[in-house]
C-alpha cells in the first residue's frame, strides 16, 4: 500500500518546549488513522507540520507523496483540514461562506454543500457569528468534506457535536475510507476513534509509543462495571476472576474494574438474577497508564 503520510525524524522544539520528538509514522491510503493522545501530547503541532503551517526543527515529513517543506501548496489542494483551534467569526450567512471556500477549491456544487447541511443539521441561512460553538464545527467539517480530497486531516473533529450528528460524522468518515480515501483523525476520545479508524498511533509527551490496531488497544483498556443483583452478592467469586480488580460489593450491587474481556465476569453474573449492568468506559488517560504499566512490565521480564 501507498504511504499518504510518511514522517521521518519529525521534531518541533519550542525553545526548551518539546512538541513532537524523533516522529516516524506511516499513513496507509485508505486507511481511517486514529491519533490518539492528552491534550499537549503533540497531536496539533503534527498536524500543523504536515500541512507546513509550521516548520520542523528537524526531520522530514512527506503528504501524498510530496515533500511538506516544498510542496505544500500542492498538498493543501488535495486535502482538507478541520483545525481543533476552529474560529469562525463574520456576517456572512453559513451558505456565502461555504460558496466562497467552494469556489477557492476550484468550485463545489451547490448540492454537495446543501446535502452536506442536512446530514449534518446545519440551518445555511444564519449568520456565522449567530452559530453555536457546535454549529461552527458543522460548518468546518463542510468545508472540510466538500469537495472530496484524498486526504482529510480532522484536528478533534466531534467537538461540541450531539450524539446524533457525531454518530453522522462517524457514516461519512467510513465513506471517505470506502471510497479509497483517507482519514487522519485525532482525538482524545477513546470510544469515538475506536469507531471510525482502522489503525491508532498513541502519541505521549511529543513522543510516539505505539502503533496499534483498533482491537489491540481496545485490550488493553481497563472498565469500570457496575452489576446490579435482585439479591445480595459476596464478592470473592468475583475477585477470583482472572483480570477483574478492585471489587467492592454492597449489598446487592457489585463495582469492579475488568481488564481486557468481560466475558468471564458476564458469565459469573449470568447465573444470579442480573436487574442492570453499567459500564463505565475508560477516558484515554487511564487507556495510557495501563498501556505503558504493561510495557514497563514486559520490558523487566
Request: net charge negative; aromatic share 4%.
Amino acid at each position: 500500500m501507498t504511504a499518504v503520510i510518511r514522517t521521518q525524524g519529525l521534531t518541533k522544539r519550542y525553545g526548551q518546549t518539546v512538541g513532537i520528538e524523533l516522529l516516524d509514522l506511516d499513513v496507509e491510503a485508505g486507511q481511517v488513522f486514529g491519533f490518539l493522545g492528552p491534550n499537549g501530547a503533540g497531536k496539533t503541532t503534527t498536524m500543523r507540520l504536515l500541512l507546513d503551517v509550521i516548520r520542523p526543527t528537524e526531520g522530514r515529513a512527506e503528504v501524498l507523496g510530496l515533500d511538506v517543506a516544498a510542496r505544500s501548496l500542492d498538498i493543501r489542494r488535495r486535502v482538507g483540514y478541520l483545525p481543533g483551534d476552529l474560529r469562525l467569526e463574520g456576517r456572512v450567512t453559513a451558505h456565502e461562506m461555504l460558496t466562497f471556500l467552494g469556489r477557492l477549491r476550484g468550485g463545489v456544487p451547490q448540492a454537495t454543500i446543501s446535502a452536506l447541511a442536512e446530514r449534518l443539521d446545519l440551518d445555511l441561512s444564519r449568520p456565522i457569528r449567530a452559530l453555536s460553538k457546535g454549529n461552527k464545527q458543522k460548518a468546518g467539517l463542510i468545508q472540510a468534506f466538500m469537495h472530496s480530497p484524498e486526504l482529510l486531516i480532522l484536528d478533534e473533529p466531534t467537538g461540541g457535536l450531539d450524539p446524533l450528528v457525531q454518530q453522522e460524522f462517524l457514516r461519512m468518515v467510513a465513506e471517505v475510507a470506502r471510497d479509497g480515501r483517507t482519514v487522519f483523525l485525532s482525538s482524545h476520545v477513546l470510544d469515538e476513534v475506536e469507531r471510525a479508524a482502522h489503525r491508532v498511533a498513541i502519541i505521549r509527551d511529543g513522543r510516539l509509543v505505539a502503533v496499534e490496531d483498533v482491537v489491540a488497544l481496545r485490550e488493553r483498556a481497563v472498565r469500570r462495571i457496575e452489576i446490579h443483583f435482585s439479591e445480595p452478592v459476596e464478592a470473592a467469586p468475583f475477585a477470583a476472576i482472572d483480570g477483574v480488580v478492585d471489587v467492592r460489593v454492597d449489598d446487592r450491587v457489585l463495582e469492579c474494574s475488568v481488564e481486557g474481556s468481560v466475558d468471564a465476569l458476564i458469565k459469573a453474573a449470568a447465573v444470579r438474577t442480573v436487574v442492570a449492568i453499567k459500564t463505565h468506559e475508560p477516558d484515554l488517560e487511564k487507556v495510557f497508564l495501563t498501556y505503558y504499566a504493561q510495557e514497563r512490565s514486559d520490558a523487566a521480564v
